[in-house]
């Protein structure tokens, strides 16, 4: 399943040294009493793709089901149950060696994280690049799959309607300011603000409810995105569950989004999102994980009457080496019907239009991929 590869921003030797400077930086902290940590994943597959403009094959990808990253993080309790704690992270390619990557023409390094909090166990404040509360909630309760919240559009039906499309379909938000509560009877609360940029970047908005038991959980969410100009805007709402059936837990999660497609536009592009899928421990050391998206598409690019579908089937197998350490077998199909299968954005999603020629290359991609990924 292919996804969009922006252009990074520093060479592995910058990374390198990025590294040193914060392992340094936590151990002087951790000289004075603070947690501080470095953390972070690699993942590299061999993937096998059908129907890809830029040449069918196999080839080597970093992920696909991960995004590896690099980051350091930490907390200091100020007494009182009061917490500080800040997160910095990075995406890495393990096939160049690059961290970083660049969202909507603006090179970030820390992309997957830059922030600091304030905070205890019922009420935090978190401000800097973040997830918005609704990608929290899609994350931690709807799917199977985590919804790639590390960055990557390997859902492409998810994230083409929770991101924000006037910033490169961001998985993250820049000056964001979150708070999150935890109230009575285990119910999570979420509210999240990014700032607007004039020129550059519009503002943002999001909420989320959730309540998760061992046997149960259920979350809502909602975004508002507007464009730099404040002309444009999409609406995303969306809700749904999880429920443990035997060793099993299913999800189920309905999503409603709309965009404005054109300035002064008559007509908004809707989509109706639904996802299925489950997670099934078959052994201790093996996991599988499988989800089905289908993304209902009515008056596509903004054009009344023109309709269309977008679908994915993924499934995928872990098996665990250690706790760090396993081994990724998985397949997958995005497949694209109706008006979709000449929309700009979808083909491109999917690798089937060639951005020189414009030449398209197939409505579907099947994959399959092997890989390893570990943790630390």
Known sequence: MTHFQPTPSLTLGQTAAVAAALLVSAQLAHAQDNNVQLFGSAAVSVVHLSNQADGTGARQVTGPWTGPSL???GSESL????TASFRFESSLDLQSGIGGRTVAGTARFFDKAAWLSLGNQQVSLTAGRQLHAGIDRIAE???????NADGKLILSTLALNATNTFAGFDTRVDQALKLRAQLPGGVKAGLSYGFETEGKLGKSLSADLGWQTQQMG???YLFNYKNATGQLEQKTWGLGGNYLLGKARVHAHYMKAQHDKSAGGATRQSD???GLGVTYPVSPVLTVRAAYYRDGGRDVGGVSG????????ALVGDYAFSKRTSLNVGVFRNGLAGAFTTDPTSLAVLGLV???TKAISGSSSTGFAVGLTHRF
């Open 306 to 313: 023109r309709d269309g579908t977008r679908s994915t089937v």
């Open 79 to 82: 007494g009182g149950g009061l």
């Open 354 to 356: 060639n951005p020189a």
């Open 71 to 73: 980051g350091v993080r």
């Open 272 to 274: 109706a999102v639904l």
């Open 218 to 220: 259920l979350g809502a």
């Open 141 to 147: 309760t709807l799917d199977p799959f985590y919804a």
